[in-house]
């Protein structure tokens, strides 16, 4: 097998002495398309922020393209998305085409300037994002499927090799929803873009992604949608009604 | 009076120009500051310069330059103690604040009580501020606002979100402890024109006012130094031709200013509604 563009070995994170992941380990191939789902504290956030450096194992180890985190220097490879800020500050005076150049940073060098060649890329990740009208607007002023739009183009904006989406649907309408998870198969299929989407939403995951990744503490199931469906051991874990509507929407 | 013997005083020059940098500064720290929801670093780490001046004057060496490696240090300590004794900032910054202020009346105490110097520190008197004053608060603005300069986007990045800033590489850690250290360096700066006590009014209020009605990032930070180096300016003038304090002067017209873009904004508001 490949080396995965995400590995993870006998991973472990404790905090202040409580184990929060045990013992997990899986690889994340190019082109996969990775449903993260569990229970609330089921450390789904904290795993992908071992992934982004956020956090340090405590055990065992995370590699991502080849580096462990903290020594990773391609941060442009990756888009992250992260859950909606608990310390947003909604009258923070920027406007959307200020935030979303912030994505591009993670490809410069010290100092990290912004060329005007730059504002093409705002440009065409705003208009990928339909928020060309809102430009220079204050993100403030957006309504709350509007802001997280932005926040998407800021991780679209490099387009990056893996995507690390942190429940991104949760403030958008049933359309922009719709029209998001268009964007992201797209983005899998056509350019092969690794995408991991955390989401507590097991309902839905099986129509959009190829993988899933099911964890309460540690690994309850790794593979792909047709293995889940059949398993057995995952019918008597979830019951059989439980799984069959995790996977009546995967085709 | 007229304005060509106003401007022809070397004090008044010298105010001045040592003023306008010092503006600037503060108004650009500020707004970053205040964003970051550490408005009140810049009074504790006053209080830290109050302490730091005791020390000088006790030991007869010049206040400034023991100031800037104690206010330094002092911001690095209100970092470390956010970061490693699991308090939020406001309480570091109360810790270290009243740590500056405890030594500075300490050491007051032992060297005799209060006097002149150290009253003209707590209130600042930027018309008798020195020609290697201005050369040093040139000096230091200029440091100060070229590392801001090659910061900034990693700075704004940081300071609009500091979780994304870090997933997209940048050393936050770093960075953080330049922003402190520059506000430390610009403290003691500020301690000349406005005071110690006086000192986190530079810092907040031309921000504030500029939230009022900038429409970006980028003119947040313009219009703060506008708004900073007019007050300045004009409470030097008024100072000199009133005969008032000048610290609390610059203090009153930036909190006038506020008020005024405040009402704009809000007139602003209404009519866009109506």
Known sequence: MPLGILSVDRLCIEYNALEVLSDLSFDVQPGDYVGLVGPNGSGKSTLIKSFLGLIRPSKGSVSVFGSCPAELKEWRRIGYLPQKMPSFNPHFPSTVREIVALGLLAGKCFPKRLKKSDAAAVDRVLELMNITGLADTLIGDLSGGQQQRVFIARALINEPELLILDEPTTALDPETRESFFGLLRDLNREKNTTVLLVTHDLGTIGEYATKLLYIDKKIIFYGSFEDFCVSDSMAQYFGTSSQHIICHKHH | ?274
């Open chain 2, 1 to 274: 009076m007229d304005i060509i013997e106003f401007f022809g005083y070397g004090f008044i020059q010298r105010a001045l120009i040592a003023g306008s940098f010092i503006a600037l500064l503060c108004s650009t720290l500020g707004v970053l500051l205040v964003l970051r929801r550490l408005s009140l670093i810049g009074d504790g780490l006053a209080h830290v310069t109050f302490g730091s001046v005791a020390l000088g004057l006790v030991f007869r060496v010049y206040p400034l330059a023991l100031s800037i490696p104690v206010v330094v240090a002092s911001s690095l300590g209100i970092l470390k103690l956010t970061e490693r004794a699991r308090i939020y900032g406001d309480a570091a910054i109360g810790m270290v604040s009243s740590l500056g202020i405890a030594a500075g009346v300490l050491l007051a105490s032992v060297a005799g009580g209060f006097n002149v110097d150290l009253f003209g520190y707590l209130f600042g008197n930027i018309l008798a501020v020195s020609e290697a004053e201005v050369v040093t608060a040139i000096a230091l603005s200029l440091l100060v606002l070229l590392i801001v300069y090659f910061y900034f986007h990693e700075i704004f990045s940081i300071t609009f979100d500091e979780e994304f800033a870090k997933a997209s590489g940048i050393n936050t850690a770093r960075i953080n402890a330049i922003l402190v250290m520059l506000t430390g360096v610009t403290v003691v700066l500020t301690m000349k024109v406005v005071g110690i006590m006086l000192t986190s009014a530079l810092l907040i209020l031309p921000a504030v006012t500029s939230f009022q009605v900038a429409r970006s990032f980028r003119s947040t930070i313009i219009i703060a130094a506008v708004f900073s180096l007019l007050s300045v300016i004009s409470g030097i003038f008024l100072a000199f031709v009133l005969n008032l304090p000048a610290g609390a002067s610059i203090v009153l017209l930036n909190f006038l200013f506020f008020i005024a873009a405040f009402a704009w904004r809000n007139l602003r508001g209404k009519r866009n509604s109506s």
